[in-house]
């Protein structure tokens, strides 16, 4: 009997009256907060799912998806599209999800769905937003959460969370996390691995041994207070995250093997805060700082017969931003906001690689990079009648990027990005939301320096400093729909016109003169280059469903997909192809069920597999994944344990990397042979603990 056959259920007295999610939330569903754009939902609403934190509202939010943000640069953008009273948090680190578990449910008032826009809410570029409104009453509330993985070949990975909040009269609070664990890859398990020659023949095969897992040591904390007749919050954290990787490839057709291990020491720490202050009765002033510090050393070595490489990359950042905003309430209908932001980044790096002993010389091994960047901005929203609003905007950016060492250069770019949106409530369950924006993405500081995939193929991928941001015109409509009381459909179209596509080309020296073998004449290296225009188009439907219309009581089926197309011109063989490493579709789906006479819930997740491509320049690889299944059961035999149980990967989890490998450049050698990697993840048990203190 496998350990994914039996999930205990326990039986307890009943659990008090509440709303369930599949009725219309107290106070939520209104014709006036529909219109508007804003529809609340108090704890009642959630009463039956018994939350533990505010994640676990968020996510049962009918018609949102939530996401924690991107990693860029500069605080525009990168705080998800989740705010906690109001404001985005000032973190970069410290990830989205991880805050809002920090959050007890019992300390949230309600939550916001903010569709549209509403007056003196930052939308940020986004359509909707959810709203985490606490409570300001005084109070302590602490939680203690011991937790263990046993993984599928045995072993068993501990760790501990902790977590405390106070509040006092007068409206000062604190706040403290501790996180001290280790957790496991599912990307990496045991299988098999097969090269073929051009021809389909067997070259090669191999049994695969791979174990990898990862370590989290943070700490957390924050403090809030009234200040020179404002409110500051200050905010910060430090994060150590090691993680190591192992592989045993075993030749099954040849002698020998191939063994690799990869080791990654990172250190992160930030620190934000922030101030508000009405200056009139109109007019209000926001400012926000904030600095962090990651370092991250990756080592990899490579063996096997008769070879044997070494790896190093010791890459360190630094980011310093501040933020000023004022916002104008002319009337109730219409707010002006102007402002800017500036930031100043740092990075130095050092990459090592050696082959056999001997250093090998890698494009852009050792940079040093400043990058100094201002934006300033222009905005306004209108609510001309109750069911409709239009936002429009402006903001302008200049920068300066210097690089020295390997890569000696220095530019400066500048970008105008106008905004502009309109959100129409045709009926207090209708919405439709319209949006032109032109997006401009950030330098990512990864594409700067070579990858550690060196190491392992052999094959180069430089890094390039002088890498132009990607721009794209974005045109976007979505329609809502909502039914039954706690059901939405929503569906959602993008079309992308895009410029300085930042994908693979080939190296190029100081002066910009690609690098070539000297026998074969051939591009010797490939590194992250702009390679010119590209489209994107993607189609986006999700779907909540309350199940109680189909004789499950307290159940929610929530879903979403997303398909895009992409084209760019490939720049070794012409002709189009896709955008590396856009997957073509994402999907997943969610059910769950609440059965408040047993204190429990229980549910299942389903992760859709996807597909990553990308193109370099002598081998086209790909990773395909498979679903992964997650079924969970959650028990609370007193107000203050809950005990959790998720059987992770029910169906086990294939990843599989093909490389198809030329014998030089890909526009003039032919493909040399086509590599399998399949590892099989075959799951996990974890058992979550939670005692929670005070009121």
């Given amino acids: 009997m496998g350990p994914w056959v039996m999930l205990a259920a326990a039986v307890a007295s009943p659990a008090p009256e509440a709303v369930a999610p599949n009725a219309s939330p107290p106070n939520a569903a209104t014709p006036d907060s529909a219109a508007r754009g804003v529809i609340p939902y108090p704890p009642s609403f959630f009463a039956e799912s018994r939350p533990v934190n505010a994640y676990d509202m968020v996510v049962r939010l009918p018609g949102f998806t939530f996401d924690k943000g991107a990693t860029v640069r500069g605080l525009s953008g990168a705080g998800g599209n989740v705010l906690i009273d109001g404001q985005p948090p000032v973190s970069k680190n410290d990830a989205l999800d991880e805050i809002l578990k920090r959050i007890p449910a019992g300390a949230v008032e309600r939550v916001e769905l903010i569709r549209g826009g509403a007056p003196g809410i930052d939308m940020e570029g986004r359509t909707v937003l959810a709203n985490i409104v606490r409570k300001q009453t005084a109070g302590f509330r602490a939680a203690v959460m011991p937790g263990i993985y046993q993984i599928y070949d045995g072993r068993q990975l501990p760790g501990v969370r902790v977590e405390a909040q106070w509040r006092w009269p007068g409206g000062r609070s604190a706040e403290f996390g501790q996180v001290y664990g280790t957790g496991p890859n599912d990307e990496f398990g045991d299988g098999r691995r097969t090269r073929y020659n051009p021809d389909g023949s067997v070259r090669l095969r191999s049994k695969v041994d791979a174990d990898a897992y990862g370590l989290r040591a943070w700490t957390t904390g924050a403090y809030e207070t009234p200040l020179f007749g404002g409110r500051a919050r200050i905010n910060g954290a430090f994060m150590l995250t090691p993680a190591e990787v192992e592989i045993y490839d075993r030749y099954e057709t040849a002698a020998g093997g191939e063994y690799e291990k990869n080791e990654i020491d990172r250190l992160q720490a930030e620190l934000g ?33 008769g070879l044997t490489r070494d790896f190093l990359l010791d890459r360190k950042t630094t980011e310093a931003v501040g933020r000023l905003n004022f916002r104008y309430r002319a009337s109730p209908a219409l707010t002006l906001e102007a402002g800017g932001e500036g930031a100043l980044n740092n990075l130095d790096s050092e990459t090592r690689l050696a082959v056999n002993g001997r250093p090998v010389p890698v494009p852009a091994a050792n940079v040093q990079v400043e990058e100094k960047r201002a934006d300033a901005f222009l905005r306004g929203s209108w609510r001309p009648m109750p069911t409709l609003t239009l936002e429009a905007g402006v903001r302008q950016e200049v920068s300066r990027v210097t690089s020295a060492g390997d890569v000696t250069l220095g530019k400066t770019l500048t970008f105008t990005k106008p905004r502009a949106a309109v959100t129409w409530a045709a009926d207090p369950s209708s919405q439709v939301r319209l949006r032109v924006e032109r997006e401009v993405g950030q330098l990512n500081f990864d594409d700067f320096v070579a990858s550690p995939n060196v190491a392992s193929t052999g094959v180069v991928v430089a890094g390039n400093p002088d890498l132009t941001p990607q721009q794209a015109w974005v045109f976007e409509a979505a329609y809502e729909r909502r039914f039954w009381g706690a059901g939405a459909a929503v569906m959602t179209v993008r079309h992308f016109e895009i410029l300085d596509t930042i994908d693979r080309g080939p190296a190029r020296d100081a002066s910009g003169t690609i690098i070539r073998d000297p026998v074969t004449g051939q591009p010797a290296a490939d590194r992250p280059d702009n390679i010119g225009e590209s489209t994107k188009d993607e189609v986006q439907a999700s779907l909540t469903v309350p199940l109680d219309r189909f004789g499950v009581r307290a159940a929610q089926l929530r879903g979403q997909v997303t398909k895009r197309w992409t084209k760019v011109d490939d720049p070794l063989l012409g002709g189009t192809r896709e955008v590396s490493a856009l997957r073509p579709i994402d999907w997943e789906a969610h059910f769950s069920q609440d059965l408040p006479r047993w204190n429990a819930t229980w549910g299942v997740d389903v992760f859709g597999g996807f597909r990553e491509r990308y193109f370099r320049l002598a081998e086209i690889e790909t990773r395909k994944f498979s679903p992964w299944v997650v079924v969970y059961g959650e028990y609370k035999p007193q107000p203050d344990w809950i005990l959790r149980l998720e059987a992770m990967g029910v169906t086990s989890r294939n990843v599989r990397r093909i490389r198809e490998v030329y014998s030089g450049p890909r526009n003039a050698f032919p493909l040399d042979y086509t590599d399998v990697r399949s590892l099989e993840w075959d799951g996990s048990l974890y058992l979550r603990v939670r005692k929670t203190f005070g009121s």
Avoid at 283 to 293: D, I, K, N, T, Y
């Fill in 273 to 305: 805060g922030r101030f508000n202050r009405g200056l009139t009765e109109r007019l209000s002033l926001e400012a926000v700082g904030f600095h962090q510090w990651n370092n991250q050393k990756t080592t990899v070595v490579f063996e096997a017969p």
